[in-house]
Structures are given as structure tokens and as C-alpha cells.
């Protein structure tokens, strides 16, 4: 059982300049990097009068450039308006665009631990050429996922998150942008939540109750396929990988359907990676490389995430998310290289690495979603290859796609979510290396990890427009970094949220 963990900040909304909101202890503003030097945002000037402290002379001591993820500490005593004020934090944000934005506010929240409110203009920082709401949706992105944390202590947790943080001089738009806002950085902080759970207690049926619990609190309809299931449907990749585990696989099925009174057009189907944890099987990984292995079913995490969140972004399609469970561990019963699988489509795999395991649990959702739920758009997450890390380092996610309208509507939405990704090619050169002697495909050809995994799910999608995001990438993070916190980072809900709020490029 878990303990009781921290949660993100509430957020309010005012029109006052932030040094008149009584009773907040922080106020922070913006600091521009600006050509002829430092430049302050919204609400300087009022705070500056309050205080009786100039601000510039205080950036200029302090060497502030404006930089992104720049701070600068004012302690105050309190001002005529506000006697509760003790901390003015001026917070770089560079040029001004989105992700510094989003960097600044995480920031912010860090220097906020433990205490009990902010007023910020942050929100307020917006380039000229984009939507205004977005910069208030960064904000919020930033001070919710820049105060996550997850403990197991005896002693409670390391520190509490900052509980309320008011959007100062706020119109109308910044109001309408809260709710929607939360509603993506929480999709992000639930994904966290889920794969940071240590895999002692997270396993296929603990995890298919986190999603029956997702499903009643938000009116989704649910089914979960238990072994027997699994058997009967010849979902031989998910059993496969799970047969060495006590736990038997599982494939979650999650529904939702829009509430607008229009009639809905178009199906997307979300299909994520939930390996429990992965040992690698026989082809066991080396020990360092298990540590963070609670984390392989991040992909799984973002599908239950998004699909809790839908309703809240007034998602205007159907959606279904399809999470395929397992636990990859060694027994007598576990999976052997030289193995031979058949896949719900009736495709054959020859099993030549027990740790390439993530592919043969997404064919399966695949196919399946392809034969009984017949999607206009398909797309999957997953942690699936150390290559896609070679190949893109720690801040970009594997993009791969056979539709060039759903690739571009993908990448967009990552970019305006904070969540940016790379197109990969699916280069047919590499299909050949997928060749098996004995079966329709071999599971891990040596070379070119990334995309040859690619292919190799590329078979199980037919004509559907379909994307495959390669988060292993991106799943976790070692440091504190912008809105990322050390651990994982639950990519991909924000971009999936963002981009279900807009169009389908397919079946709309």
C-alpha cells in the first residue's frame, strides 16, 4: 500500500497586480532577456513602489542576465498592501517563449516548497505570434510538475509542494485556460505517480485496478482481459512475456466517448506499453540498467493518464486506450531466445532477445485494435529502445509515423505542450534485417534498434494512419530539470492531450 503522497498546487486567478494580493507570501515575476539589458514583466513596477526597492539595481548586483531558469531572491517584509509578503522571486524566462516560460515556473516552485502561496505574472509572457492561453497553460505546466514529488519515507515526504498559486492581473482568457491547464500537467503528474510505484507493488492486476479506479471517477467504460482472455483471443505476445511472472498479463481496454452534443466523427486509438518491470528475461539486462526498470510501462502509464483526462480538454472523438501488461522476469516458465510466438493476427516471431519484449506486447494491442475497433488514427507509446537514446539524446522523443498529416499535427502538438519530438524514418532498407529463418519476422535484429522496432509494429497496423512515439528517450530523467524532477517524467500525455483537443488530420 502506498502512502499519502503530496499534490500539486490550486491555482486562482486575479485581476489585482500581485503585490496587492494579501496574504501570499511569494510574489514572482518575469525577467526578459533583453538586448539593452534586463527587462522586468507585468506587475514590476507596482511591487517596486510597494517595497521601496529597486529592482534593476538588485538584477544588476546579482549579475541576472535573464536567462532561462535564472533566480534572484529578494527577502521583504512585507508591504502596506500585503504585510504577509517575505520573498519576491525574479525568475529568467529568456525571450520570452513557451518553454522558458515553463522552466521559469518550475523554478519558482522549487524555491516555494514549504511555503504556503504564490502570486506570479509568469502566466502573463506570451511571444507575439501565439495563442495567450498558452502561455498560462505553460505556467501552470511548470508550477505543477516542477513541485512533484513521490515518497515511500516512514517519516513522510521530503518536502510539500507550494498549495496555491494565483495568476495575477488576469483577464478573462487566463480563467478559461486554468481548467484545461491542469488538466495536462496532471495527466503528466498521474503518469509520474504510476511509473515511479516500485514493482513490488505494481504488477498487472495492481495496475488494471488503478485503471478501474480511473474509469469510475471519470464515467469510462472499462474491460479489463484477464489470462483466460488472453488465451482464448491468441494474444500470444503479451503471454509470452508474461509467462514467467506469477502475475499473469493483463490487456486493459478503456473507452471514452465525447459529451458534446454534435456527433462525433473519427476513433483514435491509444495503445501503451506496460511492462510492470523488466528484467530482460534470459537476455537479462546488466544490473545497473535494471534499476529504473519499474518505469518500462510509462507508455501504459501516459494511456491511463490521457484517457482520465479527456473529458476535461472536451476531447471531441471517441478514444479508446488499449494497455498491454506484463511482467518480464526469469522462471522456469520464462520466455526462451529461439522461442517462436503467434501474435493475435496469426503473425509469427521468432524470439531472439527476451529483452526486445516491448514489441511483442504492443503487436498484440495493435493487431487487435486494427481487427475489433476499427480506428481512424492509431497511435502507440512506449519505452521500447536504447537506440532511440542514442540517436536523440534526453529531450526528444522517437517520432515515427506511415501518415505525413498525423506526423506533422503530432509534432506541433508536442512543441505548444512542452513535450517536443523528432521524426524518425521508417526506412525500408532496414525491412530485410527483420528476416527469420523459421518465422514472419525475427524481434531484434542487430541494428538500427530504433527503427527496426518501428518496422517491426509497422506490420501490425495494416492501412491505418498510425504513429509510434519512442519515449525511452525521454521516460526518465536524471536530474531536476525545467518541469522535469529525477525519476520519470510521464512524456506524452501533455502532447497526446494537446493534439486531441484539436482536429484529427484523419476521420474528422
Known sequence: MLPSQVSPPDFATSSAPPSGINGVEIVALPVFAGA???????????????????????????GATGAVGEVTRIPVAGTADNPSLRLIVLAGVGEGRLDGVRRAAAEVARVARNRASVATTLHLVSPADTDPALAAEAAIAGFVLGSFAFHMRSDGPPFVPVPHVVLALSDESVTEAVDAGLALAGASWRARVLSTVPANIKNPAWFADQARDVAQAHNIDI??????????????????????SPWAPRMVRLTYKPRRSIKSKGHVVLVGKGITFDSGGLSIKPGESMATMKRDMTGGAVVLAVMAALAEVDCPVKVTGLICLAENVISGDALRPGDVLTHYNGRTTEVTNTDAEGRLVLA??????????????????????GGIRVALGQHLAGLFSND?????????????????????????????????????????????????????LQHFVGEVPWAHLDIASVGDAVKDEGEWTAGPTGFGARLLLRWLRDPLPKGS
Do not use: Q
Not at 46 to 56: N, S
Not at 366 to 378: G, M, R
Not at 417 to 441: F, H, N, Q, V
Open 36 to 62: 539593452d539589458g534586463v527587462v522586468l514583466g507585468p506587475g514590476a513596477a507596482t511591487l517596486a513602489d510597494g517595497v521601496g526597492i529597486d529592482l534593476f539595481e538588485v538584477l544588476d548586483f546579482a
Open 223 to 244: 474491460e479489463v482481459m484477464e489470462y483466460d482472455d488472453l488465451v482464448k483471443g491468441g494474444f500470444g505476445g503479451l503471454l509470452g512475456v508474461g509467462a514467467a
Open 364 to 385: 498484440d494491442g495493435l493487431a487487435f485494435a486494427v481487427d475489433k475497433l476499427k480506428p481512424d488514427v492509431l497511435v502507440d507509446v512506449a519505452t521500447l529502445t
Open 404 to 456: 505525413e498529416d498525423l506526423a506533422a499535427h503530432l509534432a506541433a502538438a508536442g512543441e505548444e505542450a512542452g513535450e517536443p519530438t523528432w521524426r524518425m524514418p521508417l526506412a525500408a532498407i532496414y525491412e530485410e534485417r527483420l528476416a527469420s529463418k523459421i518465422a514472419d519476422a525475427d524481434n531484434c535484429p542487430p541494428v538500427a534498434s530504433g527503427i527496426t522496432a518501428a518496422l517491426f
